[in-house]
T-cell receptor, first 114, second 111 residues
C-alpha cells in the first residue's frame, strides 16, 4: 500500500523567510513518481513538479527547490524568500509509473504574512 | 485551450436523489480519475480509469459509480447520495506517469 505523510498541517511565516514543506512517502514499488501540487485560495489545483524514483537530482526553479532523498523516502519542498502569493495548500503525491492508484498527502497550509 | 471541465460546479441535493457529475477532457488523455477533498483529509481517490471501458477502484469508492464509454468523458454517479458524500470533488486527467490536469472542482452538498 502507498502512503504519503505531510506532517506539517499548517505553517505560518513572514514574507522573505525561507520555508520547507516536508513529505515522506511509503511504497513497495521500485519505480514510482512523486509530485507537488499547489492549491491557492481560489481552489484550483496546480502542478508544480514531478520526480521519477530513479532520478535523485535536486531541482531548482526560481525560488522553489525540491530535495528528493530515496534513502529517507522524502521529497521536501523549499520556498526561498517567501511571498504572500505563496500562501496556499501544498500537496505531495505519489503514483506508480502507469498512473493508476495515486495517493496524496493531507496537505500543508502555508500562510505567508506581509 | 487544454482543459478538464466539470459540471455542475455547485450542487445542493437531498439524500437519495441520484445525481451525476460530468467530467470531460480535450487533451486525448488515456488516464482519468476522480478525487474528493475534505478538510484535513487531503485528496482521496474515488475511482480511476486507464482507458475506455477500463475502470478501477481508488481508496474511497463506496457509494460511487463511474463509467468510461468515451475517452474524453468520465462521469461520477452517486446513485443514492448521503450527507457523508458532501464534499469538494475533482476530476483529473493525464498521460500515463505525467502530471494530473484537474478540473475546477464541484462542490456538492447533500442534505
Amino acid at each position: 500500500a502507498q502512503k504519503v505523510t505531510q506532517a506539517q498541517t499548517e505553517i505560518s511565516v513572514v514574507e522573505k523567510e525561507d520555508v520547507t514543506l516536508d513529505c515522506v512517502y511509503e511504497t513497495r514499488d521500485t519505480t514510482y513518481y512523486l509530485f507537488w501540487y499547489k492549491q491557492p485560495p481560489s481552489g484550483e489545483l496546480v502542478f508544480l513538479i514531478r520526480r521519477n524514483s530513479f532520478d535523485e537530482q535536486n531541482e531548482i526553479s526560481g525560488r522553489y527547490s525540491w530535495n528528493f532523498q530515496k534513502s529517507t523516502s522524502s521529497f521536501n519542498f523549499t520556498i526561498t524568500a517567501s511571498q504572500v502569493v505563496d500562501s496556499a495548500v501544498y500537496f505531495c503525491a505519489l503514483s506508480p509509473p502507469n498512473a493508476g492508484k495515486s495517493t496524496f498527502g493531507d496537505g500543508t497550509t502555508l500562510t505567508v504574512k506581509p | 485551450e487544454a482543459q478538464v471541465t466539470q459540471n455542475p460546479r455547485y450542487l445542493i441535493t437531498v439524500t437519495g436523489k441520484k445525481l451525476t457529475v460530468t467530467c470531460s477532457q480535450n487533451m486525448n488523455h488515456e488516464y482519468m480519475s476522480w478525487y474528493r477533498q475534505d478538510p484535513g483529509l487531503g485528496l482521496r481517490q474515488i475511482y480511476y480509469s486507464m482507458n475506455v471501458e477500463v475502470t478501477d477502484k481508488g481508496d474511497v469508492p463506496e457509494g460511487y459509480k463511474v463509467s468510461r464509454k468515451e475517452k474524453r468523458n468520465f462521469p461520477l454517479i452517486l446513485e443514492s447520495p448521503s450527507p457523508n458524500q458532501t464534499s469538494l470533488y475533482f476530476c483529473a486527467s493525464s498521460l500515463y506517469g505525467q502530471e494530473l490536469f484537474f478540473g475546477e472542482g464541484s462542490r456538492l452538498t447533500v442534505l
